[in-house]
Nanobody, 122 residues
Framework: QVQLVESGGGSVQVGGSLRLSCAVN????????MGWFRQAPAKEREFVAR????????VYADSVKGRFTISRDNAKNTVALQMNSLKAEDTAVYYC???????????????WGQGTQVTVSS
């Protein structure tokens, strides 16, 4: 059973940066598409970014395009989300996801991490 463990969340000021990491345990990351979703208070969970198995194809939500970068290291079984120029509206719990399909739909992702809190304040 594949397990995903996120780290790197925390508090930062507007305009700052954070880097989230996700370790894949119990399986080889190269088998999966990997991605990130987030859920802000009182809002539905939303897609943030995804990356294919090779790392060459990435897709981003319009709200984070140009500010966030997703990457993966198959040798280390990890995926990362570098978040720059953070805004207050980026405040959310961020979830690492793994799946077999190249999709932005929540239900296409069958393995989820426990989530890590990101708080951006002015």
């Amino acid at each position: 059973q594949v397990q995903l463990v996120e780290s790197g969340g925390g508090s930062v000021q507007v305009g700052g940066s954070l880097r989230l990491s996700c370790a894949v345990n119990g399986g080889f990351i190269g088998t999966y598409y990997m991605g990130w979703f987030r859920q802000a208070p009182a809002k539905e969970r939303e897609f943030v970014a995804r990356i294919d198995w090779s790392g060459r194809r990435t897709v981003y939500a319009d709200s984070v395009k140009g500010r966030f970068t997703i990457s993966r290291d198959n040798a280390k079984n990890t995926v990362a989300l570098q978040m720059n120029s953070l805004k207050a509206e980026d405040t959310a719990v961020y979830y690492c996801v793994a799946g077999l399909y190249d999709s932005s739909r929540e239900r296409s992702w069958d393995t989820w991490g426990q989530g890590t809190q990101v708080t951006v304040s002015s």
